[in-house]
C-alpha cells in the first residue's frame, strides 16, 4: 500500500521550530520530487518547498525563506522539513506529497498526499 505520513507537527511559541517529517511506505520516495503545502484556516493550499531527485530544492513561500529547510534522507525513504523562527502566521496545516515531475509549486502536479500535520504557532 503505497502511503505517506507526515509527523512532527503540534504547538509551538513563536520564535520556535519544529521538524516535520514526511515518511513513505509501499514505494521509494528517491524517484520523485516531493513538495511540502500547508493550508491555513479560510486559505488555499500552497507551496513551501519541494526538492527534487537529484537533491535540488526550492522554496515557494517568500516568508518562509532563510527559515525554512527541506531535505531527504533516501536511505529512510523520508523527507524532512526543518522550520526555525516560526511565526503565527506559520499556523496551518502541512502535507507532502510526490510528483513524477520536477518540482512546481502547482498542487495538481502532485499525485500522492500524506494526511497532513497541523502546526500552531501561539503564545
Known amino acids: 500500500q503505497v502511503q505517506l505520513v507526515e509527523s512532527g507537527g503540534g504547538l509551538v511559541q513563536p520564535g520556535g521550530s519544529l521538524r516535520l517529517s514526511c515518511a513513505a511506505s509501499g514505494f521509494a520516495l528517491n524517484g520523485y520530487a516531493i513538495g511540502w503545502f500547508r493550508q491555513a484556516p479560510g486559505k488555499e493550499r500552497e507551496g513551501v518547498s519541494c526538492i527534487n531527485n537529484s537533491g535540488s530544492t526550492t522554496a515557494y513561500v517568500d516568508a518562509g525563506k532563510g527559515r525554512f529547510t527541506i531535505s531527504r534522507d533516501n536511505a529512510k525513504n523520508t523527507v524532512y522539513l526543518q522550520m526555525n523562527s516560526l511565526k503565527p502566521e506559520d499556523t496551518a496545516v502541512y502535507y507532502c506529497?510526490?510528483?513524477?515531475?520536477?518540482?512546481?509549486?502547482?498542487?495538481?502536479?502532485?499525485?500522492?498526499w500524506g494526511q497532513g500535520t497541523q502546526v500552531t504557532v501561539s503564545s
Open positions: 506529497a510526490t510528483s513524477v515531475r520536477r518540482c512546481t509549486k502547482v498542487t495538481d502536479a502532485f499525485d500522492s
